[in-house]
């Protein structure tokens, strides 16, 4: 089974974000993936306040140490990349751990994620292309 860190919106509209975080959890364990969510776990009553700047760097800290941990970094983009999500994909990056972008069946935005969505398609292209070519794979000039 697939281990999964899970990025998608939490600060803000904290009510809309949790439901959202919990479409993608299920979303993953519906593709017998299992997910982690730090966001969605540490910031819990008791736990640690994200409204505390220490405290949420903490928990940013604590969420990266299981990525290594993972087969993938998986970032839901329905209602955009946070700051928080994009710090998320640069630790993926930083380390290595494969990332994909993925929508919630039923959480469509709207028009206005299209050139988000297309930009994605363009830079997964371009990735495919370069590992083709990486291994020997691509059209020789």
């Not at 919106?9 to 975080?21: E, G, H, M």
């Not at 993608?24 to 540490?42: F, I, K, N, Q, V």
């Not at 970094?73 to 290595?96: C, E, N, P, Q, R």
């Amino acid at each position: 089974m697939r281990r999964v860190v899970i990025e998608s919106p939490y600060a803000s509209d904290d009510d809309r974000n949790l439901r959202y975080l919990r479409a993608a959890m299920r979303d993953c364990a519906l593709r017998r993936e299992s997910p982690y969510a730090s966001h969605g776990l540490l910031t819990q009553a008791g736990v640690l306040d994200d409204n505390d700047p220490a405290e949420r760097a903490l928990g940013i800290e604590l969420g990266f140490a299981w990525r290594s941990a993972a087969d993938a970094t998986v970032v839901y983009f329905d209602l955009g990349i946070s700051d928080g999500m994009k710090h998320g994909i640069v630790d993926a990056i930083t380390i290595g751990c494969p990332i994909e972008f993925r929508t919630v069946p039923g959480w469509a935005a709207g028009d206005e994620l299209a050139p988000i969505r297309a930009r994605v398609a363009e830079l997964e292209a371009e990735n495919a292309e370069w590992r083709m070519s990486a291994a020997g794979l691509g059209d020789e000039p």
